[in-house]
T-cell receptor, first 112, second 112 residues
């Protein structure tokens, strides 16, 4: 089944403890992105990638890192999480900029 | 910076009604526009993608139009059903890099 998977789906952590949210797609898509969704603010893009080793900042990149060493994986790294990073995170992929984006199921992160 | 607005924020209609959801944007220099639906607690599902050069796209009971000059897109849903109840989001890509700007959505409830 063609899909975007994220792990973990739910995570509660404490301020300053480094964490990684994994994202993987099995559709051989070139493009991948990370978004966060917050009430009243909607979905905002954190980082995006157009190919392996090519990443760029989205609207709200502060406090996040990404890497794209393989086409199928695009992990989101929070080196020192803070409570304002409590949010619902989505990973997405698409074949190209012309094509629709497929979203993962989301990761709900709580930073205490 | 691109700003995307969706009004109303919430809408309730009786089953069987035809309805229109609105999306307006401030910068007409867009690459494409995409409509998504989001069910509670779930990820986003792409409904329709309109390229910059297109005026509309249709899929089943859904029709999306794009008028770049006026900064508007509409999503028309024919013969609404309770299963259409969800939040509908529009998103703009300005560069073709899947760097999406999202509206805050319209929460639709179709009453049986």
């Amino acid at each position: 089944e063609a899909q975007v998977t994220q792990n973990p789906r739910y995570l509660i952590t404490v301020t300053g403890k480094k964490l990684t949210v994994t994202c993987s797609q099995n559709m051989n898509h070139e493009y991948m992105s990370w978004y966060r969704q917050d009430p009243g603010l909607g979905l905002r893009q954190i980082y995006y990638s157009m190919n392996v080793e090519v990443t760029d900042k989205g609207d709200v990149p502060e406090g996040y890192k990404v890497s794209r060493k393989e086409k199928r994986n695009f992990p989101l790294i929070l080196e020192s999480p803070s409570p304002n990073q409590t949010s619902l995170y989505f990973c997405a992929s698409s074949l190209s900029g012309h094509n629709e984006q497929f979203f993962g199921p989301g990761t709900r992160l709580t930073v205490l | 910076k691109q700003e995307v607005t969706q009004i109303p924020a919430a809408l309730s209609v009786p089953e069987g009604e035809n309805l229109v959801l609105n999306c307006s944007f401030t910068d007409s220099a867009i690459y494409n526009l995409q409509w998504f639906r989001q069910d509670p607690g779930k990820g986003l599902t792409s409904l329709l993608l309109i390229q910059s050069s297109q005026r509309e796209q249709t899929s089943g009971r859904l029709n999306a139009s794009l008028d770049k000059s006026s900064g508007r897109s509409t999503l028309y849903i024919a013969a609404s059903q309770p299963g259409d109840s969800a939040t509908y989001l529009c998103a703009l890509d300005q560069t073709g890099a899947n760097n999406l700007f999202f509206g805050t959505g319209t929460r639709l409830t179709v009453i049986p």
